[in-house]
Protein backbone atom coordinates (compact mmCIF):
# COMPACT_ATOMS: atom_id res chain seq x y z
CA UNK A 1 0.00 0.00 0.00
CA UNK A 2 0.94 3.63 -0.56
CA UNK A 3 2.77 5.52 1.90
CA UNK A 4 1.45 9.46 2.22
CA UNK A 5 3.49 12.11 4.39
CA UNK A 6 1.53 15.32 4.22
CA UNK A 7 3.03 18.88 5.49
CA UNK A 8 2.27 20.30 8.01
CA UNK A 9 0.20 18.10 10.45
CA UNK A 10 -1.05 20.42 12.41
CA UNK A 11 -0.52 24.42 11.99
CA UNK A 12 -2.28 28.23 13.30
CA UNK A 13 -2.97 30.16 10.61
CA UNK A 14 -3.53 34.15 10.86
CA UNK A 15 -6.38 35.71 9.16
CA UNK A 16 -5.46 36.66 5.59
CA UNK A 17 -2.62 34.85 5.05
CA UNK A 18 -1.79 31.84 2.63
CA UNK A 19 -0.04 28.23 3.73
CA UNK A 20 1.09 25.28 1.41
CA UNK A 21 0.49 21.50 2.61
CA UNK A 22 3.00 18.96 0.77
CA UNK A 23 1.55 15.65 -0.10
CA UNK A 24 4.45 12.85 -1.07
CA UNK A 25 3.86 9.38 -1.95
CA UNK A 26 6.24 6.56 -1.85
CA UNK A 27 5.59 5.61 -4.77
CA UNK A 28 3.91 6.76 -8.27
CA UNK A 29 0.35 6.54 -8.63
CA UNK A 30 -2.12 7.39 -11.00
CA UNK A 31 -4.60 9.91 -8.99
CA UNK A 32 -4.23 12.46 -6.65
CA UNK A 33 -6.58 14.12 -4.54
CA UNK A 34 -7.48 17.04 -2.12
CA UNK A 35 -10.22 16.59 0.34
CA UNK A 36 -11.36 18.73 3.21
CA UNK A 37 -12.95 17.88 6.66
CA UNK A 38 -14.35 20.42 8.26
CA UNK A 39 -15.05 20.45 12.13
CA UNK A 40 -16.96 17.62 12.89
CA UNK A 41 -18.31 16.89 9.58
CA UNK A 42 -17.53 14.09 6.60
CA UNK A 43 -14.92 14.30 3.68
CA UNK A 44 -15.60 16.82 0.92
CA UNK A 45 -13.83 16.70 -2.25
CA UNK A 46 -11.51 19.88 -3.47
CA UNK A 47 -10.17 19.15 -6.65
CA UNK A 48 -8.18 15.92 -8.43
CA UNK A 49 -4.50 16.96 -8.54
CA UNK A 50 -3.37 16.50 -12.40
CA UNK A 51 -0.21 15.56 -13.17
CA UNK A 52 1.32 18.14 -15.33
CA UNK A 53 -2.09 20.55 -16.11
CA UNK A 54 -4.28 22.25 -13.73
CA UNK A 55 -6.24 20.50 -11.28
CA UNK A 56 -10.05 19.50 -11.70
CA UNK A 57 -12.04 21.17 -8.92
CA UNK A 58 -15.14 20.08 -7.64
CA UNK A 59 -18.41 22.46 -7.23
CA UNK A 60 -17.87 24.94 -4.83
CA UNK A 61 -13.90 24.86 -4.94
CA UNK A 62 -11.44 27.35 -6.83
CA UNK A 63 -8.41 27.69 -7.91
CA UNK A 64 -8.04 31.24 -6.79
CA UNK A 65 -8.80 30.07 -3.49
CA UNK A 66 -7.40 26.60 -2.97
CA UNK A 67 -4.25 26.22 -6.16
CA UNK A 68 -2.78 23.20 -6.52
CA UNK A 69 0.28 21.98 -8.43
CA UNK A 70 1.42 18.41 -9.08
CA UNK A 71 4.80 18.24 -10.70
CA UNK A 72 4.97 14.50 -10.87
CA UNK A 73 3.72 11.30 -10.13
CA UNK A 74 4.41 11.29 -6.75
CA UNK A 75 4.00 14.90 -4.89
CA UNK A 76 1.38 17.37 -5.01
CA UNK A 77 0.83 20.47 -3.01
CA UNK A 78 -2.67 22.71 -2.09
CA UNK A 79 -2.30 26.26 -0.67
CA UNK A 80 -5.22 27.47 0.92
CA UNK A 81 -5.30 30.93 -0.01
CA UNK A 82 -6.61 34.10 1.92
CA UNK A 83 -7.52 32.36 4.91
CA UNK A 84 -10.24 33.17 7.15
CA UNK A 85 -11.67 31.03 10.27
CA UNK A 86 -14.17 29.59 7.83
CA UNK A 87 -11.14 27.58 6.35
CA UNK A 88 -10.02 25.84 9.44
CA UNK A 89 -10.05 22.51 8.97
CA UNK A 90 -8.34 18.69 8.06
CA UNK A 91 -7.15 18.91 4.71
CA UNK A 92 -6.23 15.68 3.60
CA UNK A 93 -4.24 14.17 0.82
CA UNK A 94 -5.29 10.39 -1.31
CA UNK A 95 -4.44 8.25 -3.82
CA UNK A 96 -5.24 5.79 -6.04
CA UNK A 97 -2.84 3.25 -7.36
CA UNK A 98 -5.43 2.35 -10.17
CA UNK A 99 -8.74 2.79 -11.30
CA UNK A 100 -10.85 0.29 -8.71
CA UNK A 101 -8.34 0.06 -6.09
CA UNK A 102 -7.73 1.01 -2.83
CA UNK A 103 -7.71 4.80 -1.97
CA UNK A 104 -5.36 6.05 0.89
CA UNK A 105 -5.43 8.72 2.44
CA UNK A 106 -2.36 11.04 4.53
CA UNK A 107 -2.55 11.65 7.79
CA UNK A 108 -3.79 15.33 7.21
CA UNK A 109 -3.53 18.27 8.07
CA UNK A 110 -5.11 20.02 10.86
CA UNK A 111 -4.86 24.19 9.81
CA UNK A 112 -7.07 26.97 12.63
CA UNK A 113 -7.29 30.21 11.36
CA UNK A 114 -7.43 32.71 13.84
CA UNK B 1 -23.79 17.07 -0.92
CA UNK B 2 -22.92 13.87 0.54
CA UNK B 3 -24.31 10.87 -0.97
CA UNK B 4 -23.68 8.24 1.85
CA UNK B 5 -26.06 7.97 4.93
CA UNK B 6 -24.77 6.26 7.81
CA UNK B 7 -26.52 5.02 10.85
CA UNK B 8 -25.81 5.56 13.37
CA UNK B 9 -24.57 8.72 13.85
CA UNK B 10 -23.22 7.37 17.01
CA UNK B 11 -23.13 4.31 18.89
CA UNK B 12 -21.41 3.36 22.77
CA UNK B 13 -21.02 -0.61 23.48
CA UNK B 14 -19.50 -2.51 25.99
CA UNK B 15 -16.24 -3.81 25.40
CA UNK B 16 -16.52 -7.51 23.77
CA UNK B 17 -19.84 -6.83 22.01
CA UNK B 18 -20.09 -6.64 18.81
CA UNK B 19 -20.74 -3.26 16.74
CA UNK B 20 -22.70 -2.72 13.32
CA UNK B 21 -22.51 0.47 11.15
CA UNK B 22 -25.28 0.38 8.27
CA UNK B 23 -24.34 2.87 5.18
CA UNK B 24 -26.63 3.79 2.34
CA UNK B 25 -26.19 5.48 -1.01
CA UNK B 26 -27.84 6.96 -3.95
CA UNK B 27 -25.96 5.65 -7.09
CA UNK B 28 -25.09 2.89 -8.97
CA UNK B 29 -21.22 2.03 -7.71
CA UNK B 30 -17.80 0.50 -8.54
CA UNK B 31 -16.99 0.00 -5.23
CA UNK B 32 -17.48 1.24 -1.22
CA UNK B 33 -14.71 1.29 0.80
CA UNK B 34 -14.74 1.68 4.48
CA UNK B 35 -12.35 3.68 6.53
CA UNK B 36 -11.47 4.41 10.75
CA UNK B 37 -10.13 7.88 11.66
CA UNK B 38 -9.24 8.59 15.17
CA UNK B 39 -9.91 11.64 16.66
CA UNK B 40 -8.40 14.46 14.30
CA UNK B 41 -6.19 12.04 12.55
CA UNK B 42 -6.14 10.57 9.19
CA UNK B 43 -8.46 7.91 7.54
CA UNK B 44 -6.81 4.59 7.52
CA UNK B 45 -8.32 1.81 5.21
CA UNK B 46 -10.36 -1.31 6.47
CA UNK B 47 -12.00 -2.85 3.69
CA UNK B 48 -12.78 -2.44 -0.23
CA UNK B 49 -15.60 -4.15 -1.50
CA UNK B 50 -16.97 -3.92 -5.58
CA UNK B 51 -20.19 -3.99 -6.22
CA UNK B 52 -20.32 -7.66 -7.33
CA UNK B 53 -19.28 -9.02 -4.42
CA UNK B 54 -21.92 -9.62 -1.30
CA UNK B 55 -19.71 -9.93 1.78
CA UNK B 56 -16.05 -9.43 2.98
CA UNK B 57 -14.37 -10.72 5.37
CA UNK B 58 -11.03 -8.85 7.54
CA UNK B 59 -9.71 -10.25 10.75
CA UNK B 60 -12.44 -8.99 13.32
CA UNK B 61 -14.13 -6.67 10.37
CA UNK B 62 -17.24 -7.86 7.94
CA UNK B 63 -18.71 -5.74 5.36
CA UNK B 64 -21.85 -7.11 3.38
CA UNK B 65 -22.85 -4.94 0.53
CA UNK B 66 -26.51 -5.17 -0.91
CA UNK B 67 -26.63 -3.10 -4.49
CA UNK B 68 -30.47 -3.45 -4.72
CA UNK B 69 -30.91 -1.86 -1.48
CA UNK B 70 -27.88 0.38 -2.56
CA UNK B 71 -26.53 -0.07 1.19
CA UNK B 72 -23.71 -1.76 3.21
CA UNK B 73 -22.54 -3.01 6.94
CA UNK B 74 -19.64 -2.71 8.58
CA UNK B 75 -19.18 -5.40 11.78
CA UNK B 76 -17.04 -5.57 14.34
CA UNK B 77 -16.65 -8.23 16.49
CA UNK B 78 -15.41 -8.62 20.04
CA UNK B 79 -14.70 -4.58 20.43
CA UNK B 80 -11.66 -3.37 21.67
CA UNK B 81 -11.45 -0.25 23.33
CA UNK B 82 -8.42 0.40 20.35
CA UNK B 83 -11.68 0.21 18.30
CA UNK B 84 -13.10 3.46 19.51
CA UNK B 85 -13.19 5.85 15.92
CA UNK B 86 -15.22 7.20 13.71
CA UNK B 87 -16.48 4.76 10.80
CA UNK B 88 -17.06 6.30 6.85
CA UNK B 89 -17.97 4.45 4.28
CA UNK B 90 -17.34 5.83 0.78
CA UNK B 91 -18.14 5.28 -2.57
CA UNK B 92 -16.94 4.96 -6.13
CA UNK B 93 -18.89 4.84 -9.47
CA UNK B 94 -17.59 3.29 -12.60
CA UNK B 95 -14.55 5.25 -14.64
CA UNK B 96 -14.05 7.69 -11.51
CA UNK B 97 -11.89 7.15 -8.76
CA UNK B 98 -13.24 10.14 -6.94
CA UNK B 99 -15.06 9.60 -3.27
CA UNK B 100 -18.27 10.21 -2.05
CA UNK B 101 -18.59 10.28 1.59
CA UNK B 102 -21.14 9.24 4.11
CA UNK B 103 -21.75 11.37 7.25
CA UNK B 104 -19.82 8.93 9.45
CA UNK B 105 -20.78 7.02 12.51
CA UNK B 106 -18.89 7.84 16.02
CA UNK B 107 -18.21 4.59 17.75
CA UNK B 108 -16.95 4.20 21.77
CA UNK B 109 -16.45 1.27 23.23
CA UNK B 110 -16.54 1.46 27.11
CA UNK B 111 -14.25 -0.55 28.73
Known amino acids: SAVISQKPSRDICQRGTSLTIQCQVDSQVTMMFWYRQQPGQSLTLIATANQGSEATYESGFVIDKFPISRPNLTFSTLTVSNMSPEDSSIYLC???????????FGEGSWLTVV | SQQGEEDPQALSIQEGENATMNCSYKTSINNLQWYRQNSGRGLVHLIL?????REKHSGRLRVTLDTSKKSSSLLITASRAADTASYFCATAVFGNEKLTFGTGTRLTIIP
Open chain 1, 94 to 104: SVAEGVGNTIY
Open chain 2, 49 to 53: IRSNE
